[in-house]
Every structure is written in C-alpha cells, then in structure tokens.
C-alpha cells in the first residue's frame, strides 16, 4: 500500500455551504411592523477603521430559521417590513473565516423586536474574531543572524510560520483565529548566526498576568488581542552568542493600553557550533538536525537524518509535524486513525513498533531505538518521496529526553513546491 492511498482515506473532505434568500417569513402574527439595520464595527486599537458596507448580513428567526440574506449591508432596505415577533441578525467580513489570515476579520450578532407599527432600529456591532501576531528584531539581532524561523503553535494543528526573507527582515503581521480555552502559546525559534551557530529556542506566553491588569478580560487568548514579540540576543563575557531572548506584550481590543505577557523560557541553546564550550541551557544531548530545505521526489533521502546522541542513554524522543498544509494533516490524522501515529499531537519513537510497521506497509523501513541508546539517527529523509504530493511547508519538532530527565529540541521545515 503506498502512501498516496493512505492521504486519499483523509485529506479530501469538504462541505460546500450556500446561501440564498427566502422571502416567505413565517407568520408569527399578521400584524406588522418595520426595522432599520445598520452594521457598525469596534475599532481595536490595533486596526485602523474597515468599511462594513460590504458585509454580508444575515436576518434569522429567533429559532434559528434563515428569513433574509444580503450580499452586503448597503443592499439591506432602508425600512424593512416584518411580522411582529423576535429576531437577530449576524454580519461579518466577507469571504471564509480561515485559522491563518493575513488581515483581521469581524463577526457580530444583534437580537432586536418587530412592534405592531414601530419601526426598529439595530445595529450590528462587529468585533474581531481573530488575535494577531507580529515579530519585531533589535538592531543586535539583526547584525547577529542571517537567517530565522519563528512558528507560533496555539495547540492546534496549524501553526503560525515567519521565516527570514532578505528583502523583508520583519515579516507582515499574520492573524490567527484560537481555538477555545488556549491559555498559553507556544513559540519555537530557531536561528543561524553569522558565524554558523544554529541557535534555537522554545518558549510559552500565558495571558493571566495581563489579564489581571485589565480586569475586563479573561486568561484565554481571544479575538482582538495584538501580540507583539521582541527577539534579542544573549552574549557570553566572551562576546559568542549563546541564545535568544523574547520579550511579548498585548493589547487587548478595548484597550490603547500594553501588557507584558509572562514568557516562560523552556530551552534555548546552541546546537551546531563546533569546537566552544557547551552553551548554557543546553544539555548533554546532542541533536543534530539539517538546515530547513525544499525537497522533490529527487532529493536525497540522506540528507534528512537526524542524528540524537545522549550520553546518559536516550529516554524518549518525540516527534510532531506542524504543516500549514490542510491536505497533510488531514493525511496525519488518517495515520493515527488506522496505524495509532499520532505525528500531529507527537509520536513517541523509542521501541515504537507500530512506527516500524507502517513505514514498512509504505516501503520505507526504519529501526527504532530502545530505552537507553546513546545514539539514534532519526530518517526524516524518509518522508521525502511521500511529501512530494503535498506542497506546503512543514515543520518536524523533535523533543530528545535522556535517562536523567534532560530535554533539547529543535527543528526542521521540509518546503514541497
């Protein structure tokens, strides 16, 4: 069985949703009365004013029932007549509410009751349903690396990727709709100096030391919340860069206010310099992985291992892929589903059989190694071939534990054209 049959098992499934007006209201009552509808929209103080007059606008019964759909708001009457009875209407930016966008996008509900020979008037109040993110680089950053990753991972399966580009050192702000109750969120960063040391680091934001300063908002990231992300360097007495720092700060929708978000350090180090001192933060596991690379069903397999030494012998290594390929992890949940490989929440690989045996269902056999090794090479090249379908970038997170409970992870981004 090859692995293009397993991605057609999960990777194609959609719904196609249309919208259409029904003129015939049911009659809660054969007296009547009017309404007036307008779309208005809340300003967060870190997007300038949207025009909503192209908002598509939604008039439903109080029991869920679609009476009236308009392509935009400026197609609304300017007085509507209506049975007497309750009702609400919803707007929202045009087009599809995607997990990542590059602009931010609104969403709003109004109930409001049609009297006997009264006009109503209602207002639908939009308020941004996605956060934002942007990164930010001191001078010293700047003058130290020639190049970056940033991924951003609220737990979800989609994650935020900002990458170097020479003709941009900081990239546009990208908005991300939450999934429900995220309290925290990841940062990953991985980074090569100017003198060819791959520095990475690992870091988790939480929300409620701000929200304890801005009484109105609670601890789980929500829409209209501004993020900013500071990267700097750390330096050795030597002068050597031997990490990153972060500072965030947010902005909450209805405040002109920042607040500091409580950065947890998780690991920061540098993997790759030869011949210094260990890095303080790192630990004795070295995990060598290749630069981030495109790849075609001509690439070298070879040049994806990854090479794991602990010297007090390995005790986990765990691996996740962060795609923003829908079609990928669509194929990565069929994986879990028929074979229990759960590559999107993290797969153990140390004595994994059941990873021994579907990469010899897919013709590419790999060994796993047991609790206590002190080496492993972990064969990402063998993805290479499979990939090749499935254009997008994405990011293997690999997580190495040794027997004392010492932990270093990194990264690789695997781009399919």
């Known amino acids: 069985m090859n692995f293009s049959k397993i991605l057609m098992l999960g990777a194609f499934a959609g719904l196609c949703l249309t919208s259409c007006m029904n003129d015939d209201f049911p009659t809660y009552d054969s007296r ?9 929209q809340m300003q967060p103080s870190a997007t300038r004013a949207v025009e ?18 308009f392509e935009k708001a400026s197609d609304v009457p300017t007085k509507l007549t209506m049975p007497v009875g309750k009702y609400y209407a919803e707007a929202h930016t045009p087009g599809v509410f995607d997990k990542i966008m ?7 509900k109004e109930d409001f009751e049609i009297l006997q020979n009264i006009n109503t008037e209602a207002t639908v109040i939009c308020r941004m349903a996605n956060g934002s993110f942007t990164v930010r680089f001191t001078d010293l950053f700047k003058e130290t690396f020639t190049s970056y990753e940033v991924t951003i991972d609220d737990g979800s399966n989609t994650a935020i990727i900002f990458s170097y580009d020479e003709s941009q ?21 991985r980074g090569t100096t100017k003198k060819g040391a791959t520095i990475t680091a690992s870091n988790l934001l939480t929300k409620s030391a701000a929200s304890e300063k801005y009484d109105d908002d609670k601890e789980f990231f929500s829409g209209g919340d501004a993020i900013v ?40 180090g540098d993997d790759e310099e030869e011949g210094g001192d260990t890095p303080e933060g790192s630990t004795a596991i070295t995990l060598d992985l290749p630069k981030d690379m495109v790849v075609n069903k001509d690439t070298d397999p070879a040049k994806g291992d990854a090479t794991i030494k602990a010297e007090n012998g390995i005790k986990s290594i765990m691996v996740k892929v962060v795609s923003n390929s829908a079609d990928m992890n669509a194929s990565l949940n069929s994986l879990k589903e028929q074979y229990g490989v759960d590559f999107i929440g993290g797969t ?39 990939l090749t379908v499935l254009s997008g970038d994405h990011t293997f997170v690999l ?15 695997l781009t399919v054209e």
């Open 102 to 108: 590059d602009a931010p996008y609104y969403i709003g």
């Open 348 to 386: 153990e690989i140390v004595e994994n059989q059941d990873l021994v045996n579907l990469f010899d269902v897919l013709g590419n056999p790999l060994s796993v190694p047991a609790e206590g090794d002190k080496e492993y090479v972990f064969p990402i090249g063998n993805f290479f071939t499979l």
């Open 229 to 268: 992300i500071v990267f700097n360097t750390v330096e050795s007495t030597e002068g050597d860069v031997t990490g990153i720092t972060i500072n965030a700060n947010i902005k909450f929708e209805e405040s002109e206010e920042d607040f500091e978000l409580d950065v947890e350090d998780n690991i920061t």
């Open 52 to 69: 909503t007059s192209d908002y598509p606008v939604t008039i439903f019964s109080e029991n869920g029932d679609e009476l009236h759909f």
């Open 169 to 189: 050192w900081e990239p546009a702000t990208t908005y991300m709709r939450f999934e429900e109750n995220v309290s925290s969120i990841k940062v990953n960063f």
């Open 32 to 40: 009547q009365g009017s309404m007036s509808l307008s779309v208005d």
């Open 399 to 413: 997580t190495v534990t040794d027997m004392n409970g010492e932990t270093k992870d990194g990264k690789l981004t």
